[in-house]
Structures are given as C-alpha cells and as structure tokens.
C-alpha cells in the first residue's frame, strides 16, 4: 500500500503533517529504509547532546527517541487491535507522562537504537502480516478513526517528524 492510496477518512486531521513528510511511499519499504536509516542517525549524534535540551521545558534528545519508539509502540497496538475487529475504542496516551517515566537520562545510544531496533522490527513483522483488507480495516483511538495502513504510515511519518526537529532545534 502506498501513503496516496489513503483517504482524509483514514485519519484525524491532526495526523496530516506526519504523512504530508513523507511524500507517496509504500508503507514496507519505507519502514524497512527507516530501520536501516534511522539507526544511523541515532549514532551520528554526539554522546555529549544525547542529554542535551535546547531550551527550558524541552525534551532531550534522548527523550525525543524514547518517544518516538514509546509512540509506535502504542501505535502497533492500535493497528493491531483494529486488523483483529477489535471495535473497543481505544484511548488516547499523554506523550509528557510517557517521557517523564522513561527515565531517559538513563539511556544510552546503544540502548536507543537498540530498543529501536527491536520495536520497528516488531512493526515491519506485524504490517508484513496485514494483507489489504486488514490494512483497510479502521478503529477509534483518541476519539477519532484511524485505518490500519494509516497508523504504519504515521509511524513512519511521526519519526521523520521529530528527526527532522532534532536537525533543527538540536544539532
């Protein structure tokens, strides 16, 4: 499935930046590039900015990869629960309590990408077992619809996102 063959139905508007970022891309070898990609980003940051917020009130960038990878983790369980009929509508999760419990400032590079290794696999593992009709499949999460497909391409789109504030605002 690429990102075009999704419809404004698919998603919350809120969600339109993430997949705007990406361009059309289909969804398994845009999580595939990003595993190998994303990896290599991680490592090319200092160890001295790992802990490292650029203003008063802002995450580190340690805390900005642990919610990257807390965020798809949540994500996956949403796909999942929907590919699987599962109707219940599922709630929406506070990113900032999230962070404050990482425990971030005990993290290093090679735990990041290595818990990010580990949680992208799970994700290209369970869309690589989505055929259309599950990907078509949608749920309510946050008090909004989401499709299946949506949510892996909001994965990817979600990490670009805050790859890209890391650019800016960090490095």
């Not at 969600?15 to 991680?42: R, T, V």
């Not at 917020?53 to 949403?78: C, M, N, P």
Request: proline fraction near 2%.
């Amino acid at each position: 499935m690429r990102s075009s063959d999704l419809s404004k139905s698919d998603y919350n508007n809120y969600y339109a930046p993430y997949l705007e970022i990406l361009g059309d891309k289909e969804l398994k070898g845009l999580l595939g590039s990003q595993l190998i990609n994303f990896p290599k980003f991680i490592k090319s940051i200092s160890n001295d900015k790992l802990h490292y917020s650029y203003a008063e009130g802002k995450w580190t960038i340690a805390e900005v990869l642990l919610h990257v990878i807390d965020t798809e983790r949540v994500f996956q369980y949403r796909a999942l629960r929907f590919a699987r009929n599962d109707d219940t509508p599922l709630p929406g999760f506070d990113q900032d309590l999230f962070v404050k419990a990482s425990n971030a400032s005990n993290w290093n590079k090679e735990q990041l990408i290595n818990a990010y290794q580990a949680v992208r696999q799970s994700t290209i593992s369970l869309f690589s077992s989505f055929g259309s009709i599950e990907l078509k499949k949608s749920g309510i999460a946050s008090n909004s619809s989401m499709s299946v497909a949506a949510l892996g391409f909001i994965c990817c789109g979600h990490q670009k996102h805050h790859r890209n504030i890391i650019r800016a605002n960090y490095l």
